[in-house]
């Protein structure tokens, strides 16, 4: 007599047997036994007790995801320095500034862009890799930091493509300097907080 | 295990704006639903370890990403099943099959003592995905399928041949 296979049972098991297989098993104990025999096997496993993880994994994580945030820091503050570091060059070669509209633009620009290096600055002072910022101050800062990488990543790009005068590249920096001095607060307030 | 984890959201914004405690509290909440999945698929706890860090540091890191659509769990249960998928297709070298076929190998306590949880253990790292993930997280073939870059007839086959292994430990254990 031909029996199911464990294929055949698990059809039954999920409602897509064949016909032949589930009238079989209406009629062969043997088959019925090994469907019961696998829907206890599946309760068994379901049953068996979580395991733990033998170590603490938490640190290595929250040292990694530290160790990027600050490389992200840094990152902007050479990326940025080096910018700076060409506006003020370019502003001390200008002989002759372009005048009118264009002008006013170019000086606002290099104003920005010094003013950003500036909070850059400061913020050295609040560095607090390793110093444990906790609750508001950690997600505004977070939050803050990610901003200013997704507003470098859309200077990095502007700046190849227009030259210094463009009143949307103005707009970005002006942008990043209200960032950087949002972040400089939230830094300081802490440290503030801490007693430095 | 059945898990049924609710994060409150709360702690869901707090993580997503970064904020340090939140997203541990994140991993403290998950921690042992992601390790118990992925050692129940990888053989070697060290693995399943390895697993659980990259699992969280993606978290941790794509955590702004998740909407809210579907629970927390199956985003990060998907996220987990993924990387323990990848480690086994990444190490296939070690994928044998002759372990479930050595019931006699000194040190695998064979015999009366061999219970489900060790017979399920002895199956190829490929059999425990396709058993863990269909039978007690509930997957479909299609899922499983999708996850493992394979047909869902393989997943069936699978299914069927793990069970097929997992009936013939038990008996002969029952016997010895
Ligand atoms: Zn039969």
Redesign the interface.
């Not at chain 1, 444990?132 to 609750?135: F, H, I, K, P």
């Not at chain 2, 704006?17 to 541990?24: P, S």
């Given at each position: 007599m031909m029996h199911c296979?464990?294929?055949d049972?698990?059809a039954v098991r999920a409602g897509e047997g064949s016909v032949w297989a589930r009238r079989h098993i209406t009629t062969c104990a043997a088959c019925r036994g090994?469907l019961e025999?696998?829907f206890q096997?599946?309760a068994?496993?379901?049953a068996?007790?979580?395991?733990?993880?033998?170590?603490d994994?938490?640190p290595?994580?929250?040292a990694?995801?530290r160790a990027?945030r600050s490389r992200r820091r840094r990152t902007w503050g050479t990326w940025t320095g080096s910018l700076a570091l060409a506006a003020t060059i370019a502003a001390v070669l200008l002989v002759q500034p372009p005048r009118g509209e264009q002008g006013k633009l170019h000086a606002e620009l290099n104003q920005a862009k010094q003013q950003s290096a500036t909070l850059e600055d400061s913020l050295q002072q609040y560095d607090v890799d390793g110093r444990?910022?906790?609750?508001h101050a950690?997600?505004?800062?977070?939050?803050l930091?990610?901003r200013i990488s997704m507003l470098d990543g859309t200077l990095a790009q502007q700046e190849h493509v227009t030259h210094g005068g463009d009143a949307a590249l103005v707009k970005l920096w002006q942008e990043r300097v209200g960032l950087m001095r949002e972040l400089v607060n939230a830094r300081a307030t802490r440290a503030r907080y801490v007693g430095l | 295990?059945?898990v049924a984890l609710a994060v409150p959201d709360v702690i869901v914004a707090?993580a997503q704006?970064?904020?340090?405690?939140?997203?541990?509290a994140l991993?403290?909440a998950f921690?042992?639903?992601v390790?118990?999945l992925v050692?129940?698929i990888l053989r070697r706890?060290e693995d399943?370890?390895d697993v659980?860090?990259e699992t969280?540091?993606e978290v941790?890191?794509n955590i702004?990403q998740f909407r809210g659509e579907g629970y927390l769990w199956g985003w990060i249960r998907r996220i987990a099943t993924t990387k323990a998928l990848m480690r086994i297709r990444r190490e296939q070298v070690r994928e044998t099959e002759s372990l479930d076929e050595e019931p006699g190998k000194p040190g695998m306590h064979v015999g009366a003592n061999l219970d489900?949880?060790r017979a399920?253990d002895r199956l190829s790292e490929t059999s425990r995905a396709v058993?863990?993930l269909h039978?007690?997280e509930g997957y479909t073939h299609e899922e499983i399928a999708d996850q493992m870059g394979k047909t869902v007839s393989f997943s069936?086959?699978q299914?069927?041949?793990a069970?097929?292994r997992?009936?013939r430990m038990?008996d002969e254990g029952a016997q010895a």
């Open positions: 296979t464990m294929e049972l698990g090994e025999a696998l096997r599946v068994q496993l379901k068996l007790p979580a395991l733990h993880p033998p170590r994994r938490w290595a994580i929250q990694t995801l990027e444990v910022l906790s609750g950690a997600a505004l800062v977070a939050d930091e990610d | 295990m059945t707090r704006a970064g904020d340090e405690a939140a997203l541990e991993y403290r921690e042992t639903p390790y118990n050692r129940r706890p399943a370890e659980l860090q969280f540091l941790v890191r702004k489900l949880e399920f058993v863990w039978d007690v069936k086959s299914l069927a041949r069970h097929a997992l009936r038990l």
